[in-house]
C-alpha cells in the first residue's frame, strides 16, 4: 500500500465538515495527526462542540485542539443561516465525553509541523486564522509543511457576498497570509465544490450502507438541502469541506490550474474576494493550483468508501 499522508485537518466544523472528518478518518491513504478547531460557521464553542460531538458519535480517537475563536483583525461573521444555531443543525448528539487537548490548536499545528521532516499536509475547511497565527508565530514551519489543500475561495462567484466565499471573507488578512506563504497549495474554491452536490441518487446511495454514521451523514445532508434550497435555491447542496480531503486521498479527484491569486482587503465591494488570475494577465509568478473540474464518481467512491467502514 502507499505511504499514507500526515495530516492536519483544521475546520470550523458545520454540515460539510463534519463529513470531512468521517471521511478522512477511514480514508486508507491518511494519517490524521489531529484536527484543529476554529471559528467560523459558528463561534469556537459551538464548533468546537461539534467537532468532539462528531468524534465522539463515530469512535474517531484523533486528538481535537480548540483553536482562535476570533478573525486576526476583522469583526466575527458567522453562518446560521445555513448551520443553524448550533452551527451542525439537525442531528441531535448526547453531551460528548470526548475533550479537547489542553494544547492550544496553533501550539499544535507548530510542534506537528517542526516534527514533521517536510511530510505534513494542511488541510484546512474554514476560515484560515489558525494557520496564519501559526505561520506569524513561527516562520520556519513554512519549510516544513509539503503543502496546503484548502476549501475556500472562487474565482466565479461568491456566497456571502456576490464576489466572496465565506471562509476567505470571514478572515482575508489571515488567507492573505497563507496565500503568501509560498508553500505550495491548492484552492478547492466554489467552483469546484458545486460541483459536488449531494443529489436524491446520492443520498440513496449512503443510506443504502446501513450504518449508524452513514444515517447521520443523511440527516446532515438533509439538513444542509433544506438550507442551500432556502439560501440559495439549489435542489441539492454542495459538500464542499470533503473535495479538500479527497484531493489528498486521490491526486486525479479534481483538475487544477496554476494561478495567481490575490486576496482584496480593502474594496468595500470585494472584500475577501481571490482574485485569480485566470488568464495570466499580471505575469505574476502562480500561488496556488485551482481546482477547476471534479471527477464526480471518483469523489463520490472516496466519500462512501470512507462511510462503509463505519
Given amino acids: ?64 485542539y480548540a483553536g482562535m475563536d476570533r478573525p486576526l483583525v476583522r469583526e466575527q461573521v458567522t453562518a446560521p443561516d445555513i448551520h443553524g444555531e448550533s452551527g451542525l443543525g ?22 506537528e509541523a517542526l516534527n514533521s521532516e517536510g511530510e505534513l499536509i494542511l488541510v484546512p475547511t474554514g476560515p ?21 489543500v484548502l476549501m475556500g475561495g472562487a474565482y466565479g462567484l461568491g456566497n456571502i457576498t456576490p464576489s466572496a466565499e465565506f471562509n476567505i471573507y470571514v478572515d482575508p488578512e489571515a488567507a492573505q497570509v497563507v496565500f503568501d ?28 450502507l446501513d450504518n449508524r454514521i452513514a444515517d447521520l451523514s443523511v440527516e446532515l445532508i438533509e439538513f444542509f438541502r433544506q438550507t442551500y434550497k432556502n439560501t440559495f435555491g439549489f435542489d441539492s447542496p454542495p459538500l464542499h469541506d470533503p473535495c479538500a480531503v479527497a484531493k489528498v486521498i ?19 465591494l470585494n472584500r475577501g474576494r481571490t482574485v485569480c488570475d485566470f488568464y495570466n494577465r499580471t505575469k505574476k509568478e502562480p500561488n496556488a493550483e485551482v481546482a477547476i473540474n471534479l471527477n464526480k464518481e471518483k469523489f463520490w467512491n472516496i466519500v462512501i468508501k470512507s462511510l462503509s467502514k463505519y
Fill in 1 to 64: 500500500m502507499s505511504k499514507k499522508e500526515k495530516i492536519i485537518l483544521d475546520v470550523d466544523t458545520g454540515h460539510d465538515d463534519a463529513i470531512a472528518v468521517l471521511v478522512a478518518a477511514k480514508a486508507e491513504k491518511i494519517d490524521l495527526r489531529g484536527i484543529t478547531v476554529v471559528s467560523g460557521n459558528q463561534t469556537l464553542p459551538k464548533t468546537l462542540k461539534n467537532t468532539l460531538s462528531i468524534c465522539d458519535f463515530a469512535k474517531i480517537d484523533a486528538p481535537v
Fill in 181 to 208: 506563504s509560498q508553500i505550495p497549495l491548492v484552492m478547492t474554491g466554489l467552483d469546484l465544490t458545486h460541483q459536488a452536490k449531494a443529489t436524491q441518487k446520492i443520498i440513496n446511495r449512503i443510506s443504502e
Fill in 128 to 148: 484560515l486564522t489558525n494557520i496564519a497565527t501559526a505561520f506569524n508565530l513561527k516562520p520556519k514551519i513554512k519549510e516544513k509543511i509539503k503543502k496546503i
Fill in 250 to 268: 486521490d491526486e486525479d479527484v479534481f483538475s487544477t490550474k496554476e494561478m495567481r491569486v490575490d486576496i482584496e482587503l480593502n474594496s468595500q
Fill in 90 to 111: 439537525g442531528p441531535t448528539f448526547p453531551a460528548p465525553a470526548k475533550t479537547a487537548e489542553d494544547k492550544q490548536a496553533v501550539d499544535f499545528i507548530i510542534e
